[in-house]
């Protein structure tokens, strides 16, 4: 079993909005990311948890805030958005954290920010 | 600055043809490699990895690796229709704990 689970699928917020993105796995990975992608573009990395604790922030602006309240979850609380963070926001997790560990997606959140 | 060349494409092949893909990095420390693939709007889906100079097979798909000129490359036997996607080379260097290094991805066509 290789699955990591987003919800939601499709969001739609204004700029006033908060909401959370949600990403959980039951696969005993250790190292949860958050990925942003935007349209002909490749993956582009925010953030990495190894262990629960935050190791990576990737200079994300602070109207992205990650959380990860246990090993099997993710969360990504969104907040004072702008129209160009519209993006398929993509949750991944690997065993370890480091080489020769594969990487899996999740489906994805697709964002829309009006 | 570590990098991950792929040319961007199209690759058009015809249905029943070898399709071949290419990746070249700039980091000589990279000891993992990845091939992903990534329908229109959907998530990239992870369909090969290899960490060993030489080639490792899995189905229609084949990995090749050469360290000592710092490519990879993956060939798609029998291609399908339903193989047409972009597929995203990525690369991990084994210097601590690092991220993958993403390419920029090769659309591939196959005609029937």
């Known amino acids: 079993d290789t699955e990591v689970t987003q919800t939601p699928k499709h969001l739609v917020m204004g700029m006033t909005n908060k909401k959370s993105l949600k990403c959980e796995q039951h696969m005993g990975h250790r190292a949860m990311y958050w990925y942003k992608q935007k349209a002909k573009k490749p993956p582009e990395l925010m953030f990495v948890y190894s262990y629960e604790k935050l190791s990576i922030n990737e200079s994300v602006p602070s109207r992205f805030s990650p959380e990860c309240p246990n090993s099997s979850l993710l969360n990504l609380h969104l907040h004072a958005l702008q129209p160009e963070d519209s993006a398929l926001y993509l949750c991944a997790s690997s065993q370890g954290w480091g080489a020769n560990t594969e990487a899996f997606f999740g489906q994805g959140t697709r964002l829309t920010v009006v | 600055q570590k990098e991950v060349e792929q040319n961007s494409g199209p690759l058009s092949v015809p249905e029943g043809a070898i399709a071949s893909l290419n990746c070249t990095y700039s980091d000589r420390g990279s000891q993992s490699f990845f091939w992903y693939r990534q329908y229109s709007g959907k998530s990239p889906e992870l369909i090969m990895f290899?960490?060993?100079?030489g080639d490792k097979e899995d189905g229609r798909f084949t990995a090749q690796l050469n360290k000592a000129s710092q490519y990879v490359s993956l060939l798609i036997r029998d291609s399908q229709p339903s193989d047409s996607a972009t597929y995203l080379c990525?690369?991990?260097?084994?210097?601590?704990?690092?991220?993958?290094?993403f390419g920029k991805g090769t659309r591939l066509s196959v005609i029937a």
């Open positions: 990525a690369v991990n260097i084994n210097a601590g704990n690092t991220p993958l290094v």
């Open positions: 290899i960490y060993s100079n």
